[in-house]
């Protein structure tokens, strides 16, 4: 039996990048100005009319522009050449190679025959979990002979470059009725990965994109100063809501090294948000989300299905602690503000965490298997939920890692010798 270890992210750095910016090299650089300081005074003051709706007397960004995603996969891709000396590896000669490679197949070796009793003992006494989560061992083990018969050299410390957004679409999509293609490239030995969905262009979806955005109106205060230093007390929140204030992660699922970015909401302490490398267990983050109130069961059995799981994906993948969860009417006047932590998500949805982590290996493992047996860099993977719940493997022409990366990377790579 093998058992998947669960994701333990490392904070590396951090960055501010404009929305919708016509420059796609701007950023900012003084991020600290974006620390906002989680709170719930507004609502436990009684405060009424909380709107998160557009109102004529606000000019904060135009619905449509809070569709575009600031931290595309271009964006994070720059912000790695801004660091490349954290990220790219010291080429090893043959003899190294082979030697590491002989040691690490040793030590997994080791640590399988270790969790197998561990992880039979466990399942004992679950036996939801022992039909449902196992890993197929046999893949496992085939992986393991193609990755030493054909390893690629890696530039990057990492098996996996992409966005949050991407590994928690991954991460969910055992439970989530939906569809995306899903792009990939191998590059330099690490897998590169965009997610695609059709272009929703509802007026209602942008409205609720609007609305999780002007939420921090409602949850976020500055932090206090220093003695000594002028405190604001005001937040422009036109600037805020026209910016993302995002930080980059390097995580583990299993033998998967994965880098990503993610947008940060808010905090509750700013002692260590400029530390890096630092765990994100050590940085108290809240993700903040909007939902329509629950007027009848329908609206619960969906919370409980669908919205507590994808809650619980994106914030496990950066180790928020607490999710902010405020519910609107049909007018986007939020009455109600409840306070989620994860382990009340995995209480309170109609889904396994444990299933999720288990899929979402089992999805990594195909990917990797996919470009060594197919010989390929571009590849694309079709989840087609509704027909077959299957994830599809296609041969592409659709590069996502553009020229100017790649050209730089190994210039670096090769000045390091």
Known sequence: MHRVDYLKPLKLGQFVVKNNTTDENETVENVEDFYLKYTMEKFEEGENNLNLGVTEDEKLIDEKA????????????????????????????????????NQKEAQSTGRQDETSATTEKDESTAEKDEATSK?????????????LKSRPRKLLYTDFVGLR??????????????????????????IYLLMERSTVDDSEVLK?????????????????????????ETIDFEK????????????????????????????????????????????????????????????ENNF??????????????????????AFFDDDYVVDEAREYRLSDLTKTGSWSSRICFHQFERILWFIKKSFIEKKVDLLMFRHEFISKNAIICEESNKSIVPDWYKEELIAHAEQSK
């Open 165 to 190: 957004s991407t590994f928690s679409s991954l991460l969910n999509c055992q439970y989530v009725k939906s569809d995306f293609v899903l792009y990939a490239e191998m590059f330099e030995g690490s």
């Open 304 to 325: 409980r299905s669908t919205k507590t799981l994808k809650y619980w994906s994106h914030s496990t993948l950066v180790n928020n602690d607490k999710v902010c969860v």
């Open 240 to 299: 805020i809501a026209q910016h993302d204030l995002c930080f980059i992660f390097k995580s583990k699922v299993d033998r998967h090294r994965l880098l990503y970015s993610a947008t940060m909401n808010c905090f509750e302490d700013n002692s260590n948000l400029n530390e890096n490398p630092i765990p994100s267990s050590k940085i108290k983050s809240v993700e903040l989300k909007s939902c329509r109130k629950l007027m009848n069961a329908s609206h």
């Open 66 to 101: 809070v569709l575009k995603r600031s931290t595309d996969l271009n964006t994070f891709l720059r912000q790695i050449l801004k660091r490349k000396e954290m990220y790219v590896t010291k080429p090893k000669s043959n003899k190294e190679e082979s030697a590491a490679a």
């Open 208 to 232: 609720h994109a609007y609305a999780n955005r002007k939420l921090k109106q409602l949850c976020t205060k500055p932090f206090e100063k220093a003695e000594g230093e002028n405190a604001a």
């Open 135 to 147: 890993i197929d061992s046999k893949l496992a083990g085939e992986m393991k002979n193609l990755e």
